[in-house]
């Protein structure tokens, strides 16, 4: 991962931007969860409806507990069970998260990742950060840099080179209250 482009991604989410970067299956494109006119902007440059709602992807559980319900203990050790690692939990969520995070649910998808790259950027960043996967809606995503940065060009702030975890599929989404898996 070059130093560089990692300093360029951090300061690109701290004022408000997008980035592209690798996770365990895809590229993904990334913004502060708190920030509602970086959520807008993925809506737009992916041509995706608002009602979907976005992951939240963290380096630790204690980055996304602000934007949770309080944990049970259930769910903890569902949690404990699977993270870090490529498995997105749907829980139920604080007041306050903007509807455009969670789709105006009032659950989250969220994931604890084990991808280094992933771990480096919400280390440095402070907190979690917003995963969906690098694609205009309904498109194959990006698997490389180099198809980020063709895809999106000007686009986002930011591209992370990196490489994409061993996963051939999108994560597992499972719902921690019913155990059901969603995908």
Request: charged share 20%; glycine share 10%; proline share 7%.
């Amino acid at each position: 991962m070059n130093e560089d482009t990692l300093r360029k991604a951090i300061s690109a989410l701290r004022a408000g931007g997008v980035i592209s970067y690798p996770t365990e299956a895809v590229f993904g494109l990334g913004c502060d969860p708190r920030n509602d006119a970086a959520l807008a902007r993925i809506i737009d440059i992916k041509g995706r409806a608002a009602h979907k709602g976005f992951i939240l992807i963290a380096g630790s559980l204690e980055q996304l507990l602000p934007f949770l319900a309080p944990v049970q203990p259930e769910w903890q050790t569902q949690f404990d069970a699977v993270w870090p690692g490529p498995v997105t939990m749907v829980v139920p969520c604080a007041p306050g998260n903007s509807d455009l995070l969670s789709g105006g649910r009032e659950t989250l998808a969220v994931r604890v990742s084990a991808h280094p790259v992933v771990q480096t950027l919400c280390a440095q960043f402070g907190g979690p950060i917003v995963s969906t996967s690098a694609n205009r809606s309904g498109e194959e995503p990006c698997r490389d840099t180099a198809s980020a940065t063709q895809l999106f060009g000007t686009e986002v702030d930011a591209t992370v080179d990196g490489k994409v975890g061993t996963l051939s599929a999108p994560t597992r989404i499972i719902d921690v209250c019913t155990g059901q898996r969603l995908r």
